[in-house]
């Protein structure tokens, strides 16, 4: 189904990235073809020089690096993100790849309303240090024989927030670290937006 450009108020998201950015453009190309009825109103990085900032400027979205490198000292990191998303009506916080763990304040401020997604099956391969490849090497060495993904809603620790999606993919007896993140990262792109698509889907249900 595509949306058309009506009057009816979207669900305003924040994408919160600190890398490659592939989740967040593949989001972002899903709202531009009208498959999911939101606005990407900004996206939030705590690293300046991503792929995603560069992507953001190229297609001139609205952005925000946030990290204590650039406070002042009499401000912190989760009074100027609550400022931020706030300030640009966000309903919806999607976290594409962000490598900082949301402040206890941001996710009262949006309760079930941060989601993200963790390439493993969650609770296996989750928590402090399973990130990017390093995820894959330890379902390597572990001898799985399969892996997958989880979309999960976020609470104040890593990736054990409720969950909401999970998906799995064979672990083949050639494979890489690389070549299963490859293969895991394809079924992100698959997954994701249908996840975002719904929970938007939802917020014009309840608003219109
Ligand atoms: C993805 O593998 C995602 O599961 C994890 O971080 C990675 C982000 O990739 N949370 P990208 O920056 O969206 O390409």
């Known amino acids: 189904?595509?949306?058309?450009?009506?009057n009816e108020q979207k669900c305003n998201?924040?994408?919160?990235?600190?890398?490659?950015?592939?989740?967040?453009?593949?989001i972002y190309n899903h709202i531009l073809d009208g498959k999911i009825f939101a606005n990407i109103n900004i996206l939030i990085s705590n690293n300046p020089n991503?792929?995603?900032i560069e992507f953001a400027k190229k297609?001139?979205?609205n952005y925000k690096i946030i990290n204590?490198?650039?406070l002042s000292n009499n401000e912190n990191i989760e009074k100027v993100i609550g400022k931020v998303l706030i300030k640009n009506n966000i309903n919806l916080i999607v976290l594409a790849g962000y490598m900082k763990k949301i402040p206890k304040q941001i996710i009262e401020l949006y309760p079930r309303k941060i989601l993200n997604i963790h390439p493993a099956l969650l609770p296996?391969?989750?928590?402090?240090g399973f990130y990017g490849i390093k995820v894959h090497e330890a379902v390597i060495n572990s001898g799985e024989k399969s892996t997958g993904i989880t979309i999960h809603f976020v609470d104040n620790d890593y990736d054990t927030g409720d969950i909401i999606y999970q998906k799995e993919v064979d672990v083949l007896e050639n494979d890489s670290a690389v070549s299963l993140s490859k293969r895991v990262l394809e079924l992100e792109h698959k997954s994701y937006p249908v996840v975002v698509k719904e929970f938007c889907d939802k917020y014009r249900k309840e608003l219109n």
Do not use: E, L, P, V
């Open 50 to 52: 991503c792929k995603a």
């Open 124 to 128: 296996k391969f989750g928590g402090k």
């Open 59 to 61: 297609n001139k979205i």
């Open 1 to 6: 189904m595509k949306y058309s450009n009506d």
């Open 68 to 70: 204590k490198f650039r």
């Open 13 to 26: 998201i924040a994408i919160f990235a600190s890398g490659t950015g592939s989740n967040f453009i593949n």
